[in-house]
T-cell receptor, first 111, second 117 residues
């Protein structure tokens, strides 16, 4: 069965500092991988996705993620965080039309 | 192109009442998915539908919950005889036609926040 683990429940980062959110997955084949962001009281917005090809994918809002098959990871990064990046971030694995979400990482941005 | 629409955005019900949540997918999308998000938890898959068909309902509770996606109109998630534990945010997502074994991106609506008193 597929599963997604986001080891960090909560991360605090200073504005302007770099950010990395971890995501590990378990799946028999190469899955389709996604990162979504959710602001308070809002739905989920797609940041980026990986289906195949280049393992470093660029997304919106300056985010990028790297797929590492050997580590079963798909970590999300941003070089310089803005206050508006404070939100909850979800990693998801998709296969055969079905998505499995991680529990989310809450990001707090301090001045 | 309008995004995924959900209504109502907020719904309050008393225990024992019925809750009906509606979802209109993005134009051109024929696949609809429902998820439930409990406080401080991630999204849990409930059901996957195409027009007039339930494809995967492995995440649906066995009782009181049902979903449909009729030929015309929005998808409906129906919860009968609601209990306090049903209080959650319910999100709908849609995707275009899935080709072969690919899994296309799911686009999410803003959610319906159900509160059961």
């Amino acid at each position: 069965a597929q599963s997604v683990t986001q080891p960090d429940i909560h991360i605090t980062v200073s504005e302007g500092a770099s950010l990395e959110l971890r995501c590990n997955y378990s799946y028999g084949a190469t899955p389709y991988l996604f990162w979504y962001v959710q602001s308070p009281g809002q739905g989920l917005q797609l940041l980026l996705k990986y289906f195949s090809g280049d393992t470093l994918v660029q997304g919106i809002k300056g985010f990028e993620a790297e797929f590492k098959r050997s580590q079963s990871s798909f970590n999300l990064r941003k070089p310089s965080v803005h206050w508006s990046d404070a939100a909850e971030y979800f990693c998801a694995v998709g296969a055969q039309g079905k998505f499995q979400f991680g529990a989310g990482t809450q990001v707090v941005v301090t001045p | 192109n309008a995004g995924v629409m959900q209504n109502p955005r907020h719904l309050v019900r008393r225990r024992g009442q019925e809750a009906r949540l509606r979802c209109s997918p993005m134009k051109g999308h024929s696949h609809v998915y429902w998820y439930r998000q409990l406080p401080e938890e991630g999204l849990k898959f409930m059901v996957y539908l195409q027009k007039e068909n339930i494809i995967d309902e492995s995440g649906m509770p066995k009782e009181r919950f049902s979903a449909e996606f009729p030929k015309e109109g929005p998808s409906i998630l129906r919860i009968q005889q609601v209990v306090r534990g049903d209080s959650a945010a319910y999100f709908c997502a849609s995707s275009p036609v899935i080709a072969g074994d690919s899994t296309d991106t799911q686009y999410f609506g803003p959610g319906t926040r159900l509160t059961v008193l």
